[in-house]
């Protein structure tokens, strides 16, 4: 059993080390995390590192062989995205992206797991469709794009033309929102969702001004 971080705030002592980052540059997940890195002000080292890589190390920080994976100073190490954005929220009270009520922290959450539901329906149509032709399943890319549609719709109902997807301020919710359509387009560059979805597309467009998102952009 990994055992958890055992301080929910960074001490005075842990300040003076360095938190590492493992993931991929082309990772959204990856991305979701250094933004809130990058939010929250907190220095780290980021470590490159692809699970698809010959070679990679990645499987022996994270049993799942996933990105992206945070190493504490103390060597416990973390991962999944949703785990490793709270754990920031709480190591540092600089710009906080989870709201503390319930209620409202659970409007966020949901933001955050719609987002990450279109990317992972995403990211499993690209996966089906570098298979060779013949194994390619029709049926199956269509499930999937169909997820990817269906989410971008309510998250575009959803926000209609409010300033921020969740409470009136900025949280975890744009930010997974953001990194979503940032990696469709980086990813599924015809799918041109933006002409459907107005509301997403002012959204991305303000996001993209911000420094986190602006350094962050996915490449390979």
């Avoid at 041109?192 to 993209?208: E, F, H, I, V």
Wanted: proline letters at 8%; one cysteine or more.
């Amino acid at each position: 059993m990994i055992a958890p971080p055992q301080i929910d705030r960074l001490s005075p002592q842990a300040r003076n080390k360095t938190m590492k980052l493992i993931g991929s540059l082309a990772s959204p997940y990856t991305r979701k995390a250094r933004i809130v890195l990058a939010e929250k002000k907190i220095d780290y080292e980021l470590e490159i590192d692809s699970p698809w890589d010959a070679g990679t190390r990645v499987p022996q920080r994270n049993p799942l062989g996933k990105v992206p994976v945070l190493v504490l100073d103390d060597g416990t190490t973390l991962f999944d995205s949703r785990v490793i954005v709270e754990f920031l929220d709480n190591a540092s009270p600089l710009s906080r992206l989870l709201p503390p009520g319930n209620r409202e922290r659970s409007e966020v959450r949901r933001w955050e797991a719609l987002a990450d539901g279109v990317l992972d329906a995403a990211v499993l149509t690209r996966m089906e469709r570098r298979r060779k032709p013949a194994q390619q399943s029709p049926e199956w890319i269509e499930r999937q794009m169909g997820k990817v549609r269906a989410g971008l719709a309510a998250m575009n109902t959803d926000l209609g033309d409010k300033a921020w997807c969740a409470g009136g301020a900025y949280t975890i919710a744009d930010v997974a929102v953001g990194v979503c359509l940032g990696w469709l387009d980086f990813r599924f560059p015809d799918l041109d969702w933006r002409d459907t979805q107005p509301s997403l597309a002012r959204l991305l467009g303000k996001l993209s001004e911000r420094p986190s998102f602006a350094e962050t952009a996915p490449r390979d």
